[in-house]
């Protein structure tokens, strides 16, 4: 069998194709017609031309109607099937695209689709952390015609398909040190960054009371990671910052978890993954903005020295909270960290992603992202771009209505809310630690930081597959925060 393959979406309305040498029209007649052919339907033709395999995929019966948005959706769905087609083949290796209808789509579904996490060992997985040697990807991908739109969406899967690993990697992998030092080794030699791994004692020093109440139940030690790009041309222009939730095992601590699918809380540090990849695709790409990303890393465990339901603990800012539930850990890290990036860094869009509550779950499943945000212009420009890379998300509320559930009688707020709610609750809760934040009459719009709350915990995990992903951690929402950077935003 052939080791190289071509890749040809086709509009079966007008079949034609960049493959050379190839009659797509013709082959592409051997498809029966009886309905309509749907997008991603796949054919594999052998021995066409230059002994090469030919994946013909559809772009679907109504392509040439489409326009923007839905148009590279379209291409992502056929390029994906017709990879996961290919990749099922014993000894192929290079699979050339024909990227004509969307360069940068083609690029991202073909690297997406051909993305398969396992730690098997016949034959050796090239995920497992330990080897002296990388192993390459089984498939390797090139355009028949290179183009930036190209290559740019290449950096874009790469990145995603890294958040996926780090999500994949099971915990004794994946600790706040071993996040740590694959953040360095995915960094270097990458120009404008820097990066700061900080410690407990760091973090006690600050005062970050609230992360810290986390780590008391582990012995794996605790990391609070930054990230700073310098791109812009004025390097003191005000950054944006990105904060991920970085929970490497979630158990629950003392409020323990069910037994049942826990092993998913390996993915826990969704938020963490997602930031820092995105932030790698930006840097590579060497975007002309200023980004400062932070992760605070830890374990929650029911440890001997844990923190207990009722106890109250004083935050970086000086609040006091009481922690009522100890599975509601997200919004512990994540309060100190978000008020330590706004009064540090002083940013002029702050955006947070967490997998933080269960109710998002519920309310949203894992079509939709949901987002908060008091600033209607940023919301506006985060739509604009998971549209874009159809990774959609859909506005909650954010209203002061339900701060009374998060009040606590002996303590200024209380880490849960009760279950009606929970996802507004929890939201309104790191409301309170982003300082300087627009007002939401937009009366201080000029000088605030703009803020927004993205809450991945029904997007994390795919439990079914889509054309251009298999089942498993999904890496949203990585291409939409860096779509959103490189083009929605001209804040610095």
Same mark, same amino acid.
């Given at each position: 069998m052939s080791t190289s393959a071509y890749v040809a979406p086709v509009d079966?309305?007008?079949? *034609?194709?960049l493959v050379p040498n190839v009659d797509i029209a013709k082959i592409w &007649?051997?498809?029966?017609? +009886?309905?309509?052919?749907?997008? +991603?339907?796949t054919r594999v033709f052998y021995n066409t031309p230059e002994s090469k395999i030919t994946a013909a995929s559809s772009l679907g019966d109504n392509f040439a109607s489409k326009q923007g948005d839905a148009r590279r959706e379209l291409v992502r769905k056929s390029v994906g099937s017709a990879v996961k087609a290919l990749k099922a083949l014993e000894g192929?290796?290079?699979?050339?695209?024909?990227?004509? *209808?969307?360069?940068h789509a083609a690029a991202v579904a073909a690297k997406l689709a051909s993305y398969n996490f396992t730690l098997k060992t016949n034959p050796p997985s090239r995920f497992n952390p330990n080897l002296k040697e990388p192993i390459p990807p089984k498939l390797q991908f090139k355009p028949i015609e290179g183009s930036k739109e190209w290559d740019r969406g290449v950096a874009y899967a790469y990145s995603q398909n890294l958040a996926r690993t780090l999500m994949e990697l099971p915990a004794n992998m994946m600790t706040p040190t071993a996040f740590c030092e694959r953040a360095k080794t995915e960094f270097a030699g990458v120009e404008n960054v820097e990066i700061f791994v900080r410690d407990e004692a760091w973090a006690e020093k600050k005062g970050m009371n609230t992360f810290?109440?986390?780590?008391? +139940?582990?012995?794996?030690? &605790?990391?609070?990671?930054?990230?700073? @790009?310098k791109g812009a041309a004025q390097k003191d222009a005000k950054p944006l910052a990105l904060v991920g939730k970085g929970i490497t095992f979630d158990s629950g601590g003392i409020s323990l978890k069910p037994a049942a699918d826990m092993k998913l809380m390996r993915g826990d540090m969704g938020g963490?993954?997602?930031?820092?990849s995105a932030t790698l695709a930006i840097a590579k790409l060497k975007l002309p903005v200023n980004l400062v990303t932070i992760t605070p890393l830890t374990?929650?465990?029911? +440890?001997?020295s844990a923190t207990k339901p009722g106890d /109250? /603990? @004083?935050a970086m800012n000086g609040k006091s909270v009481e922690v009522d539930n100890t599975d509601a850990e997200g919004r512990l890290v994540l309060s100190d960290a978000i008020y @330590?990036?706004?009064?540090?860094y002083k940013p002029h869009t702050l955006i947070d992603v967490a997998t933080l509550t269960g109710a998002m779950v519920i309310a949203l499943g894992e079509v939709y992202t949901g987002v908060f945000s008091t600033s209607d212009e940023l919301w506006q420009r985060l739509h604009a771009a998971g549209e874009r890379e159809f990774d959609r998300f859909w506005r909650m509320p954010l209203s002061e209505d339900y701060g009374p559930q998060i009040y606590s009688s002996n303590a200024d707020l209380c880490n849960t809310g009760g279950r009606p709610a929970g996802s507004a609750t929890a939201a309104l809760f790191l409301k309170a630690f982003a300082h300087g934040i627009e007002a939401e009459d937009g009366s201080n719009a000029a000088t605030a930081m703009k803020w927004a709350h993205v809450d991945i915990a029904g997007t994390m995990e795919a439990t079914r597959p889509t054309p251009y992903q298999e089942k498993g951690m999904t890496g949203r929402p990585v291409r939409y925060v860096v779509f959103f950077q490189s083009f929605l935003w001209s804040g610095c």
């Open positions: 079966p309305n007008s079949p *034609a194709s &007649a051997t498809v029966p017609r +009886g309905e309509k052919v749907e997008v +991603g339907t192929l290796q290079e699979v050339t695209v024909d990227a004509s *209808a969307d360069p810290l109440s986390v780590t008391h +139940g582990t012995n794996e030690p &605790a990391k609070f990671l930054e990230i700073h @790009y963490a993954a997602t930031v820092v374990e929650n465990l029911p +440890g001997p /109250i /603990i @004083y @330590y990036a706004s009064t540090e």
